[in-house]
């Protein structure tokens, strides 16, 4: 009997491995060698409402307005990210190959190597200046810190308790930048104001669990907040359900985040990798890409910023709006240096 | 700032984060005492989780969306029971394919119906009953308003009597003990252990359904590890259900506190290890020998 278990196991792990690799070789067959550009995507794929939405748009402007062809894989969790660039790497008609996500940071370093004729390009690469990037690669680095700055200042002008919170999803230094802009944005606008600061986790499942997130928030806004930053994945979305229970306000983050609770996200810090992606593919495209180097999209390259639009234009007075301006200007022309720990 | 940690809202935070423990803990004591070793929890509160916003989103209607979750808690079970109970494999094996399928299939039809690999849509909550005596407090009306709370208690306590005061427990625990006098005196070992698995997987997919309905829709992942807390609770409440559901309040307990202090000024990395270190020290100084059912995990072969 142990064979007929056997077949079962090998079934449910063939269906895994259908999955991870479920939408290669999307995309027409090949044109003209180094003609088009490949991506392989974070785990949570195509569909998270997040950051890989976002590259996925840099990827159909880039379609639209240039004229690019693109393929992209879907990875699994585990290990897969570096035989998936390969994948990409390995076909002659590809030669552009994103990585999203600071996961790739290690694989897309060593394929980058074993492929010098290919460009390669990594989204929230985390870059140590000590370690060379090969001449084939850019890191793209955003200042999540400065739009954070500014959704803090907007917080700190529009608290009616003086109370704000910071819910973080792993504990990690990218997280801890969106969480240093913020405090340094709140305490600008509003030095008496009290942040409240909580992780989710130290582990990648912090990332992935909105009752926790939703048992943070409802912890702080007892506690006085009435405005909580969430920089947390999915597990954010539990910061809205809270704040949807609560009938107080959150702020969303990557993406515009109103449409999780209408009417109670005050405002999005955006990140914009669809920009990212685009600009990259525009330079490959007019021969202009400089490998070896760290990208660095801020508020100056429109690289972060944060939404006001028709929807949540009621919830933020005009001149509270007018004032986070000024502090944009003032962080573009260097008036403000934010901090990033 | 200890009457502010201490209040009724702590109290609700740490009742609200025991449930779906307490819940997928006591499945595992069903299963357990029946003989068959159910680490598979994880992934039959992951697929209650999403069978209830399904059943939810597509009839408006939150009970039933509770019957499809306990519904696909049962059928992820049934996997279970049938590859352990019939082909008579390794249980372990079974429970891990099963976490890693339900994760995979979640995502998989996720995609297909709400056109995303992060959440589904927003679903309705449960209806509130309103208990006049205690309406003072929001906290704790809004908690105790929760029927799956009242259930959540209710069973814990049913099952403490089901379990050692009912011809159906004695035998389940029979089954798990020894099989072979069990099935000299007529009682048949597959139909027990059939009904232990297959209670652990109704209350598992309820306890799924908890992190569906707090959270109005399903998450990718959402039950991020509470089905092997669960199983850590069971194990130091020493395979009892009234033991387990107390083992799951101190877990709850911990990480309410956890919650708590992250705004009190210590350092976040210090207090992210509370739930780990309350776990060590109880389950070193407190609890002493923990020992499983005699035949927990072993697949009962009929002599011929």
Not at chain 2, 71 to 82: C, D, F, N, P, R
């Amino acid at each position: 009997m142990k064979k007929g278990f056997s077949v079962f196991l090998t079934v449910v792990l063939l269906s895994g491995a259908a999955f991870l690799f479920e939408s290669c070789g999307k995309g027409q067959p090949s044109a003209s060698p180094n003609s088009e550009v490949g991506l392989v995507f974070d785990v949570g794929g195509r569909g998270d409402k997040s950051f890989n939405d976002a590259a996925y748009q840099g990827l159909q402007m880039a379609k639209d307005s240039l004229g690019i062809k693109y393929q992209y894989i879907e990875p699994g969790g585990g290990s897969d990210r570096e035989s998936a660039l390969r994948q990409l790497a390995n076909q002659k008609s590809i030669g552009l190959i994103f990585g999203v996500g600071f996961i790739f940071t290690d694989d897309i370093t060593n394929v980058a190597k074993d492929f010098p004729d290919k460009k390669f390009a990594c989204i929230d690469y985390s870059y140590d200046p000590s370690k060379p990037l090969p001449p084939n690669l850019i890191a793209i680095e955003f200042r999540e810190e400065e739009g954070s700055f500014l959704v803090g200042a907007i917080a700190g002008l529009m608290t009616k308790t003086n109370t704000v919170g910071f819910i973080g999803g792993m504990e990690s230094p990218l997280i801890r930048k969106f969480q240093a802009g913020y405090e340094a944005g709140v305490k600008y606008v509003n030095p008496k104001a009290k942040i409240l600061v909580a992780y989710a986790g130290v582990t990648g499942e912090a990332f992935k669990n909105p009752a926790k997130g939703k048992e943070l928030a409802l912890s702080q806004y007892s506690q006085g907040a009435d405005i909580i930053y969430h920089a947390a994945g999915v597990t954010g979305l539990g910061v809205f359900e809270a704040a949807r229970e609560m009938k107080k306000y959150a702020i969303g983050v990557d993406l515009d985040q109103w449409n999780e609770a209408p009417g109670y996200v005050l405002t999005s810090m955006v990140k914009k990798g669809n920009v990212a992606v685009y600009d990259i593919i525009k330079q490959w495209k007019e021969n202009k890409f400089k490998g070896g180097t760290a990208e660095v999209f801020g508020l100056k390259d429109n690289g972060v910023d944060f939404v006001y639009d028709k929807n949540n234009q009621p919830l933020i007075p005009e001149s509270v709006y007018q004032k986070v301006e000024a502090l944009r200007l003032q962080i573009i022309n260097g008036q403000i240096k934010v901090p990033t720990q | 700032m200890i009457s502010q940690i201490f209040s009724l809202a702590f109290l609700a935070q740490t009742i609200r984060i025991t449930v779906p423990y307490a819940l997928a803990s006591l499945g595992g004591v069903y299963s357990e005492r029946g003989g068959v070793t159910n680490i598979a929890l994880e992934g039959i509160i992951l697929n209650g989780a999403f069978s209830a916003t399904v059943g939810t989103y597509y009839t408006g209607n939150p009970l039933i969306g509770v019957l499809c979750g306990i519904a696909g808690g049962l059928l992820t079970a049934l996997i279970h029971a049938v590859v352990s109970i019939n082909i008579k494999a390794d249980q372990i094996i079974s429970g891990i394919a099963i976490n890693l399928f339900a994760v995979g299939i979640t995502k998989f039809v996720l995609e297909i119906l709400f056109h995303s690999s992060s959440n589904s849509d927003r679903i309705p909550g449960l209806p509130h009953i309103k208990l006049g005596f205690i309406e003072q407090s929001p906290d704790i009306a809004r908690l105790f308003g929760n029927p799956l709370v009242l259930f959540t208690i209710l069973i814990i306590v049913a099952s403490q009597f089901i379990i050692f005061k009912t011809r159906f427990g004695l035998r389940l625990r029979a089954v798990g003990e020894n099989p072979e006098a069990a099935d000299t005196v007529g009682i048949s070992v597959t139909l027990y252990r059939y009904y232990g698995v297959l209670i652990s997987g109704a209350l598992a997919g309820l306890a799924g359904t908890w992190l569906a309905f707090d959270q109005h829709s399903f998450t990718d992942g959402m039950s991020a590890g509470r089905g092997y807390i669960a199983l850590a609770a069971m194990i130091v409440g020493k395979w009892n259900p009234l033991g387990a559901a107390a083992a799951c309040l101190l877990f709850g307990f911990a990480e309410s506190l956890q919650i708590q202090l992250q705004g009190a000024g210590l350092p976040t990395q210090f207090i992210q290890m509370i739930p780990y270190v309350v776990t060590i020290i109880v389950l070193a100084g407190f609890i002493g020998k923990a020992v499983a059912p005699a035949a927990d995990g072993v697949p009962y072969e009929k002599e011929k």
